[in-house]
């Protein structure tokens, strides 16, 4: 905001404004980058006012309100229409009246339905970015009355400029696609007048919560992934550039004195602008980043690799990563992310990567070293369940339940939260002796596939049950299971919970060699508390297994028949009616080869819906026992 400029006042470390402690900045004195950040963190927070208390005190929630209302607050209007009204930067009109005006402490919105209804409080760090948590959620210093509907508009979307708006508020304020470089998501962009305002409240956040910061923090697009950088470089550039071209006004100032009145601490910012340049700004970094080491692919499939590096190190902070592919930059990683999975690959191919680090001045580091990764051969799926269809009691796997009426159940706690198959023998308040199975309804032919692999995620709480994953010739599907002649799996070795206690234990096979076996076999999930083992919560999902086809071996059977309609398709539901039952598998490839997705149905007659996909050709193969059929299918 550029009401009543006071630039003589930002050039000296001897000036002093009102109430602002003598001293109060001179454990920042010849301090720059994230130093000085840090040194102004402690002044603002922990510093002692001489009476016991840390200079920052949370006054709640409730109390901010009182906190604008104050005659000096710098949030009543004294600057433009100066009528004494509550001063709200997204409603504000500079030049003209406005629209409409809120007395403090009345029009607090409980609800509204549109701009001008009521006025509440705006959290211009959103309160998702930090769970709103306290302090954070009652800091006056980012937290400012706003009209009701416009702050619900703006919602969590990050602060930035917008050229083509959705939504404009009565003043002008404006939501959209973002055009300022390095985001392209939705942003708000406010109005000029408040733009330094705003973004010195938002970098006074980065630096008071320095301490907070944590993984759990949304990053609603904006955050860094650490405290010292705390924001990524496009949203310090963005701020940065607001806070230069709209220096501090006598409105920032009295809000300035009014919360160290309120809370006990100040906005270095306000009272020092360059304080911003001198963290921020690093244009005289000339020193590249360290190379990142111990570049190694963490998990490769026929069509995709997943590299994983170490940091790098730098003076200042890393902020993006660069891949290579055989000379060639194929994707920029945010920092602190150390993965990316390379999709798109051939089968069996000789691939080179390397990567490079880059800091937040631009400077570029040496390559990692380069590594080598040779694509595995086209595999074939022989099992995937997701388990996504339990609650329905549709899956690939059959519960069988020996001794009691426990039973293995279907759960939302599978991995990422979705469905998946529990078991667990206590009940009640009481410990229930359990034989429970958990079965592959069909048998899986390994003699036609080689190299086969195994993965599956599962979790346990309490106890110390085994649960075992165990393979059966014999076992003809009927009957109790252990009457029949049952071998581990090979490479297999599920742990006990190493604690016993009610933390999750997660153990996940990845791609583990499971070709030992031979024949066509079920496959099964044991759990046992007959022999008095305390009893352990155990849960299985996202069964899957692969192998190479051996198409020596191969022989087709009966015709596999299926009509494909609407195609083209219009809605991207595609319909299939089937000539056999059984289970069929559907796999759905683009023009280039590459599998897009995966599934399975016992029905006749089924409907998937594929909007997940774009316009364009595919091929869809659908498989049952030893045959397939390859369709194509148009998207529209």
């Not at 509204?112 to 959103?126: I, M």
Request: net charge negative.
């Amino acid at each position: 905001m550029k009401y009543f400029l006071l630039p003589f006042l930002f050039f000296s470390w001897n000036f002093s404004l009102a109430q602002v402690p003598a001293n109060y900045y001179s454990d920042a004195q010849g301090l720059s980058g994230y130093e000085l950040k840090t040194a102004l963190k402690t002044i603002i927070d922990d510093v002692n006012d001489g009476n016991g208390q840390p200079y920052h005190q949370d006054q709640g929630y409730g109390a901010l309100y009182t906190a604008y209302g104050s005659q000096n607050s710098g949030d009543t209007d004294h600057y433009f229409e100066k009528d004494a009204t509550v001063l709200d930067m997204y409603s504000e009109r500079i030049n003209d009246l406005d629209d409409y005006n809120y007395e403090h402490f009345q029009n607090q919105c409980g609800t509204y339905n549109s701009e001008g209804d009521c006025y509440n409080r705006e959290h211009l760090v959103p309160q998702s970015t930090f769970n709103s948590n306290s302090p954070m959620k009652n800091d006056y210093f980012h937290v400012v009355p706003s009209d009701g509907y416009v702050n619900g508009v703006r919602g969590s979307y990050p602060f930035g400029e917008v050229s083509d708006p959705d939504y404009t508020s009565s003043n002008g304020s404006k939501r959209g696609p973002n055009t300022f470089p390095g985001y392209t998501g939705t942003v708000f962009e406010p109005i000029d007048e408040f733009k330094g305002d705003i973004a010195r409240s938002v970098l006074y956040f980065a630096i008071r919560y320095e301490d907070e910061f944590n993984s759990s923090w949304k990053s609603n697009g904006v955050l860094a992934g650490n405290s010292r950088d705390f924001f990524l470089a496009w949203y310090i550039d963005l701020l940065l550039s607001w806070h230069n071209n709209d220096p501090v006004s006598q409105r920032e100032i009295d809000r300035n004195n009014n919360g160290f009145q309120f809370q006990g601490n100040r906005n270095p910012l306000i009272d020092h602008p360059e304080f911003a340049s001198q963290i921020w700004e690093n244009s005289s970094d000339n020193e590249a980043p360290t190379a990142p080491l111990n570049l190694q692919a963490d998990v490769i499939t026929d069509s995709s690799v997943k590299l994983i590096w170490d940091p790098a190190q730098d003076n200042i902070g890393i902020d993006e990563y660069i891949i290579e592919q055989d000379n060639v930059n194929i994707q920029q990683v945010l920092s602190p992310n150390t993965s990316y999975t390379v999709t798109g690959l051939s089968s069996e191919i000789l691939y080179n990567f390397r990567v490079y680090a880059v800091d937040r001045s631009g400077n570029i580091s040496e390559p990692s070293q380069t590594l080598e990764v040779t694509t595995l051969a086209e595999s074939n799926l022989l099992v995937f369940e997701d388990f996504e269809n339990c609650s329905a009691n549709q899956t690939d796997f059959t519960r069988v339940s020996e001794v009691s009426d426990i039973i293995w159940e279907c759960t939302s706690f599978g991995e990422n939260d979705s469905q998946a198959y529990q078991i667990n023998a206590y009940r009640d308040g009481n410990q229930v002796p359990s034989l429970d199975w958990l079965i592959s309804t069909e048998k899986i032919n390994f003699d036609d596939y080689e190299v086969e692999r195994l993965s599956f995620w599962s979790s346990a709480s309490f106890g110390n049950t085994k649960l075992e994953l165990l393979y059966s010739s014999t076992y003809d599907g009927n009957g109790n299971p252990s009457d029949f002649e049952w071998n581990k799996i090979p490479n297999i070795s599920i742990p006990l919970h190493p604690s016993g206690n009610s933390s999750l234990f997660i153990f996940e096979a990845n791609a583990v060699d499971i070709s030992a076996v031979s024949g066509q076999v079920y496959i099964a999930f044991k759990y046992d508390t007959t022999q008095g083992e305390n009893a352990t919560r155990w849960t299985v999902d996202n069964f899957l297994i692969t192998g190479k086809q051996l198409l020596s071996d191969y022989s087709f059977k009966d015709k596999l028949d299926v009509v494909l309609y609407p195609n083209p398709s219009q809605k991207s539901k595609v319909h299939f009616d089937f000539n056999k039952t059984g289970l069929k598998t559907l796999e759905v490839y683009d023009v280039t080869g590459r599998k897009l997705l995966t599934r399975r149905t016992h029905q006749k007659k089924y409907i998937e819906n594929l909007n997940q996909l774009s316009r364009g050709s595919y091929f869809i193969k659908i498989i049952q026992d030893d045959n397939f059929v390859v369709k194509r299918l148009i998207l529209n």
